[in-house]
């Protein structure tokens, strides 16, 4: 018994510590650490076109490291939606920041957020967004924690747990939010256990403070307290807490 209570030590030490602790002191050595977050840059990154070049429906899903220390071990996703001939394209965040947590079109498309550069996370063009627009709709709608005050930093429900709802309401988005998502294994909808979105995983959290999941699209996750290293075959990977992806990219498919 020793021995294996040693052994997880080790590996906590070693998996979740040492990469969390490369991070911030990354973080803290570079100039993040001293800007101002209230002035940082919130303008597009350039990589969305201009709506009227690109007549086309667009889904995007971005992530970008989050604001002040809390960029060491955590980043922030939206989701990005233009129907086909639509003259602008439509921006929703989930924010502890606003009257009602979900916010739509408060900051550019593809903004960096507070000074940070979005990473795309799934991308679809054409035909097959334009099928999928209405259910994305359908989801936020549905989405249960929309009320003044439901927002939580930690462990959840926060802008990580609105787009995986979106992401388990439609199915046919083949995407897996970054292991550095933290609070997008919250059960947001008081459902501890459940199968994965695309039927071919199971998910267990415990309140969102620690879990696991394994699955096709996921690959195996080991989540304690927020922070997860996730070992992805599908798409060859390793995500480390705080470092992030090293591997194949998530839209490697």
């Given at each position: 018994m020793r021995r294996v209570?040693?052994?997880?030590?080790?590996?906590?030490?070693?998996?979740?510590?040492?990469?969390?602790?490369?991070?911030?002191?990354?973080?803290?050595?570079?100039?993040?650490?001293?800007?101002?977050?209230?002035?940082?840059?919130?303008?597009?990154?350039g990589l969305l076109e201009t709506p009227l070049l690109h007549s086309d429906a667009v889904i995007r899903i971005y992530a970008a490291r989050t604001v002040r220390w809390r960029s060491v071990f955590a980043v922030h996703c939206?989701?990005?939606?233009?129907?086909?001939?639509?003259?602008?394209?439509?921006?929703?965040?989930?924010?502890a920041w606003t009257e009602l947590p979900v916010r739509m079109n408060g900051y550019a498309p593809d903004g960096r957020w507070f000074g940070r550069e979005p990473e795309t996370v799934y991308a679809l063009d054409g035909a097959a967004a334009e099928r999928l627009i209405p259910?994305?709709?359908?989801?936020?709608?549905?989405?249960?924690?929309?009320?003044?005050?439901?927002?939580?930093?930690?462990?959840?429900?926060?802008?990580?747990?609105?787009?995986?709802?979106?992401?388990?309401?439609?199915?046919?988005?083949?995407?897996?939010?970054?292991?550095?998502?933290?609070?997008?294994?919250?059960?947001?909808?008081?459902?501890w256990l459940r199968v994965t979105a695309d039927g071919l995983g199971l998910r267990l959290s415990l309140a969102g403070y620690a879990g696991v999941t394994l699955g096709w699209r996921e690959g195996l996750a080991v989540d304690i307290g927020g922070a997860a290293i996730r070992v992805d075959v599908r798409r060859p990977a390793i995500e480390l807490p705080g470092l992030g992806r090293f591997g194949m990219g998530l839209q490697a498919l």
């Open positions: 209570v040693t052994l997880l030590l080790w590996f906590f030490l070693i998996a979740f510590a040492l990469p969390i602790g490369i991070s911030a002191a990354l973080y803290y050595s570079g100039n993040e650490a001293k800007a101002d977050w209230r002035t940082a840059d919130r303008t597009s990154a939206w989701l990005v939606y233009k129907a086909k001939g639509a003259s602008a394209y439509t921006r929703y965040d989930y924010t259910k994305i709709e359908d989801a936020i709608r549905a989405y249960p924690l929309s009320a003044a005050g439901d927002y939580r930093a930690w462990p959840g429900p926060n802008s990580n747990t609105f787009i995986q709802a979106i992401l388990d309401a439609v199915p046919e988005i083949d995407a897996t939010l970054p292991a550095l998502a933290i609070g997008k294994d919250h059960p947001y909808d008081g459902k």
